[in-house]
Nanobody, 129 residues
Framework: EVQLAESGGALVQAGGSLKLSCAAS???????????VAWFRQAPGKGREGLVC????????YYTDSVKGRFTISRDIAKNTVYLQMNGLKPEDTGVYYC???????????????????WGQGTQVTVGS
């Protein structure tokens, strides 16, 4: 079964940067290539918000307005790892960041939590003002 593990969360001051990693494992008889991977954020007391996605097969990306221009998603297929580079962090970016993966028929459904079947345990990002 596919397993995802996030890392890289930390406490950072407003305006700072962080790079999160999402390492995938558990592929038996198939590869990570057909999957779409997304990053979600869950702020305290709120639901999971989809932020950005990448299609592993061709590198297509989709950014929501809340992170466009500040966050960058990338992938290293050889390492089965997806990254989230976060620049210009704001206090409202605080939350638990999750990566999720699935094989989707409609790419932009990647920001809908119920469409993604595999989830990591999350990593905490705290942005101080």
């Amino acid at each position: 079964e596919v397993q995802l593990a996030e890392s890289g969360g930390a406490l950072v001051q407003a305006g700072g940067s962080l790079k999160l990693s999402c390492a995938a494992s558990g592929f038996t008889g198939f590869t990570f290539d057909p999957f779409t991977v997304a990053w979600f954020r869950q702020a305290p007391g709120k639901g999971r918000e989809g932020l950005v996605c990448v299609k592993n097969s061709n590198g297509d990306t989709y950014y929501t307005d809340s992170v466009k221009g500040r966050f960058t998603i990338s992938r290293d297929i050889a390492k089965n790892t997806v990254y989230l580079q976060m620049n210009g962090l704001k206090p409202e970016d605080t939350g638990v960041y999750y990566c999720a993966a699935d094989t989707l028929l409609v790419f932009r459904q990647c920001i809908i939590p119920d469409e993604m079947g595999y989830w990591g345990q999350g990593t905490q990002v705290t942005v101080g003002s």
